[in-house]
């Protein structure tokens, strides 16, 4: 049988009943009210908890007790009780006193109670604690705009820093420096001691700049080994290269990584607002032109952005369309310069790019560059590839046997997946083998691969590929990179040669390499061999191979193809 339905009623819930909950047993939120000369009326349970005074101490007391020092300083109690009136709620987001004096984050809100004609007769004020919030948002604030590693600004606080120091230049006719800081030998550290210690650099750089510059001057690093400083109200555009000399200086000093002790140098841009630009954008371009004269002016020093920079980068600019266009035209071309054994006979050939026109007379170190910077150096290089390609197949067609290629590469592109792809199809499609081509590295790029876990070398290898060290002994790594590095052949860089045969001390260490790399199983070629001296004592000392003005230059293919046909 089905029970019978009993009604329940619910206690009536009045104003009164309601008042009173909220009154004595609201905990989280401080609730008060104030008349219209700003003194408490009322004191709920929560106000208590939240400021330390009980309702005794409160009513009739005026509110501006419950506002920081300076707050009350500036009325800002009677400015909420104003905005509340004519706009009906006034925001509460500010630090409030405790009775201990102590500070908290409130987030709340005072609207006005007005009477039935519609007349103020006092306030209602409702808020709450929110001081872990507003210090949690404070710290993801900080961490925006701060450098984690070194504790200095970051980027993002730089560009707007710098957009305000510029803006407050040209208002007030002050002066404004920008140095841009940039580390000369931070990667070389970096890959031979390894990130922490490159890390560790980096923290004491950014305590040295911080140390010799003015308490008003902004520091931060804008990423990798770049810093940047901004000064205002500097006396004269001068005070730029006073305080540049005295970062170079103080940076010179060793660092202290671990128990290694390390010697760096910087090179520093320096452009002034508002003699050399306007905007903040601007002045940061000139300061990066200054900056790279200074390290193409061989580093450790600084330099001034003048015009005749700017010239420089407009004609870099059209240096940059002028490689785009030889790549699109496939209207470059490449020399051949020998290099032979002890007997005279070629072993091998060395390709070379060479640029028609004004381009053409410029290094070949600053056309990579250029390459690399437009992002075109995966695709110049595969370009060269083929045409090596096509070439060594005529010399095979021509008779010419027992000679193999090298070809100067990078880490930059062996790390891209179509010039490895095009490695192996450009053979396949002439029919050669990877045993006829040598990939020349240099210790830089040789280490940079190492220390990135690519193991693109030992892929290399066991597809038959030979790999070889060029310019050995000009590059930051210790010998003992020579056991880790797997590569066949070390060019021995002709800066090796200066004063041999005649001088002992350079006839010891070119020996003493040279016995290294063969316990190695290493083979060793001299590059840069203009001498027969020369020539006799290197071969003495164990070099297998040569290569130099003293056998032959660079030549066209012309002139190579005859070379091989006579010395094969």
């Not at 005794?56 to 509340?84: C, H, K, N, P, W």
């Not at 940061?284 to 200074?294: G, I, N, Q, R, S």
């Not at 990579?368 to 290089?381: D, H």
């Not at 010998?479 to 010891?508: C, E, M, Q």
Request: with cysteine; glycine share 6%.
């Amino acid at each position: 049988m089905t029970p019978p339905l009993r009604s329940v009623i619910a206690p009536e819930l009045t104003p009164e009943l309601l008042l009173r909950q909220i009154y004595l047993n609201l905990q989280d939120f401080a609730i008060f009210t104030i008349d219209i000369n700003s003194r408490v009326t009322s004191w709920n349970l929560g106000a208590e908890l939240i400021f330390g005074y009980g309702p005794a101490e409160m009513i009739g007391q005026s509110m501006d007790r419950l506002f920081t020092i300076d707050d009350q300083l500036a009325g800002e109690y009677l400015v909420e009780m104003s905005t509340a009136q004519r706009w009906e709620r006034a925001a509460d987001y500010r630090w409030h006193l405790r009775k201990d004096q102590s500070r908290f984050w409130a987030d709340g809100v005072l609207t006005p109670i007005r009477d039935e004609h519609g007349q103020p007769i006092g306030y209602l004020k409702i808020l709450r604690d929110v001081t872990d919030r507003k210090l949690a948002q404070d710290e993801i604030r900080r961490l925006a705009t701060i450098d984690v590693l070194t504790g200095l600004s970051n980027r993002a606080a730089f560009d707007t820093r710098r957009s305000e120091m510029v803006a407050l230049a040209e208002r007030t006719d002050q002066l404004l420096l920008l140095l841009m800081i940039d580390l000369d030998q931070f990667k070389e550290v970096n890959d031979v001691l390894g990130h922490q210690a490159g890390d560790l650099l980096l923290q004491q750089t950014a305590q040295r700049i911080r140390a010799a510059s003015r308490e008003s001057d902004f520091v931060a690093r804008l990423g990798g080994d770049e810093f940047a400083l901004l000064q205002l109200n500097a006396p004269s555009p001068a005070d730029g290269g006073v305080l540049a000399a005295k970062l170079l200086a103080t940076l010179a000093r060793p660092f202290l990584l671990g128990e290694r002790e390390v010697k760096i140098s910087a090179s520093i841009g320096i452009a002034v607002c508002p003699v050399d630009a306007d905007g903040p954008d601007s002045l940061l371009k000139k300061a990066d032109l200054a900056l790279y004269h200074a390290k193409n002016a061989g580093r450790n020093c600084y330099h001034y952005y003048t015009e005749e920079l700017d010239m420089i980068a407009h004609r870099k600019n059209a240096d940059h369309a002028e490689l785009k266009q030889h790549l699109m035209n496939l209207d470059f071309y490449l020399a051949y310069q020998p290099i032979v054994d002890e007997l005279g006979d070629t072993v091998a050939m060395e390709a070379l790019l060479r640029l028609p026109g004004e381009m053409g007379r410029q290094p070949v170190e600053y056309i990579i560059g250029l390459a690399r910077e437009t992002g075109l150096l995966p695709e110049l290089g595969r370009a060269i590839f083929l045409k090596i390609c096509r070439q060594m197949q005529r010399w095979l067609a021509a008779g010419v046997r027992g000679l193999r290629i090298c070809v100067n590469s990078c880490a930059y592109e062996l790390q891209d997946a179509a010039y490895l792809c095009c490695l192996r199809t450009g053979l396949e499609q002439h029919g050669l083998e990877p045993s006829m081509v040598e990939i020349e590295l240099t210790e830089r790029d040789a280490i940079e691969l190492e220390r990135s876990g690519s193991n693109v070398v030992d892929q290399l290898r066991e597809q038959g590929f030979r790999l070889s060290l060029d310019d050995f002994g000009t590059g930051y790594s210790s010998l003992s990179y020579l056991r880790t590095l797997r590569v066949n052949t070390i060019k021995l860089d002709k800066s090796f040669l200066h004063d041999v045969p005649d001088h002992g001390d350079a006839d010891v260490v070119v020996r003493m390499v040279v016995q290294l790399a063969q316990d190695l199983r290493l083979n060793v070629i001299a590059e840069g061999v203009e001498s027969e001296e020369q020539a006799a004592f290197l071969n003495q000392a164990g070099c297998v191979a040569f290569q130099g003005f003293l056998y032959s230059p660079p030549l066209s293919v012309e002139d190579a193809t005859d070379w091989l046909l006579t010395h094969s």
